[in-house]
């Protein structure tokens, strides 16, 4: 069926609301529904998110929205990519139901809302320290999302709903759990994991704006994060200052950080990283700068 695009929060929720009914109808009992937020400029990362929402839900709704509130430079939020017509057509060839792309206006009427969702202590380290008020943005226009796409009853009963994000923004994605268990939403978070390109970069909205020579550079990030888990899986130390030398000898790269931390909580891993075999489970992370443009990457780390 071809998508449908919707502006207004009104037409959202009844664009839902009938969706639902129409299958609760056909199948007699609580149909579900699967949301995937998105800032457009969707590529094929995006495309595994909307795949898994299609898979597992009766109904798909997919958001299309560059949230200023995400954005600490103005420069980044007018150069953001807007490409709303390939998006809907990615989304629609997945099969997702309805797309609701909003303006500014419609999502904060009368300006930035003077109250917002804060992330807390999870936001003071990693992306949250280079991008001050970034996930304060996030949950805002999360939690707003939340609230205008939770089902209401459908054909008289209640429905499931799952959200759907990136495991490349691995920080955010700790976070917004942390908001639905904290602030009790009614949600399912579902981690999807990263889609990479063939030669190994994490597939980003940002990569259009790579040079060829600068692509070549940033797979040294990749690299650094494969060196840790080959590591990890055969029960060694890590040695993560390994990969930080790695990557620290590629010429135009500046790295951020690279560490290795708890993937619920964050925190840098004080132990078997450095001396001693790994064992359990771990997310190392990174971000560095290639030119003008800041990619991030992790990769679950688990000792077999």
């Not at 804060?118 to 996930?135: D, Y």
């Not at 955010?172 to 904290?182: C, E, G, P, S, T």
């Amino acid at each position: 069926m071809p998508i449908t695009v919707v502006r207004t929060k009104a037409e959202l929720r009844s664009g839902i609301a009938r969706l639902l009914e129409e299958h609760a109808g056909r199948r007699g009992s609580a149909p579900s529904l699967g949301l995937v937020p998105t800032m457009g400029a969707l590529h094929s990362g995006h495309g595994r998110l909307a795949e898994a929402a299609v898979a597992a839900n009766d109904v798909v709704v997919a958001s299309i929205f560059v949230n200023p509130l995400q954005f600490g430079d103005p420069k980044d939020l007018e150069r953001y990519p807007r490409t709303l017509e390939a998006d809907a057509a990615l989304l629609e060839h997945v099969g997702v139901d309805l797309a609701f792309a909003p303006s500014v206006e419609e999502m904060y009427p009368g300006g930035d809302p003077l109250v917002r969702v804060t992330a807390g202590p999870l936001a003071g380290k990693w992306e949250g320290a280079s991008r001050p008020g970034h996930f304060d943005g996030v949950l805002t226009v999360v939690s707003k999302l939340f609230h205008l796409a939770i089902p209401g009853p459908a054909a008289g009963q209640p429905t499931s709903f799952r959200a759907y994000f990136g495991q490349k923004d691995a920080q955010q994605l700790a976070i917004v759990r942390r908001m639905v268990k904290d602030l009790d939403f009614p949600v399912e978070v579902v981690g999807v994991p990263i889609v990479r390109a063939e030669d190994g970069l994490a597939l980003s909205s940002r990569n259009q704006f790579l040079s060829a020579e600068q692509r070549e550079a940033a797979l040294v990030l990749s690299r650094a994060l494969r060196l840790v888990d080959e590591r990890a899986t055969a029960h060694e130390p890590l040695e993560p200052d390994d990969a930080v030398d790695l990557i620290n000898s590629q010429p135009g790269v500046e790295l951020d950080y690279f560490e290795v931390v708890d993937p619920d909580t964050l925190e840098p891993l004080a132990f078997n990283c450095r001396e001693t075999p790994f064992t359990g489970e771990a997310l190392a992370i990174v971000a560095a700068r290639v030119g003008d443009v800041r990619l991030i990457d992790n990769m679950p780390l688990k000792a077999r």
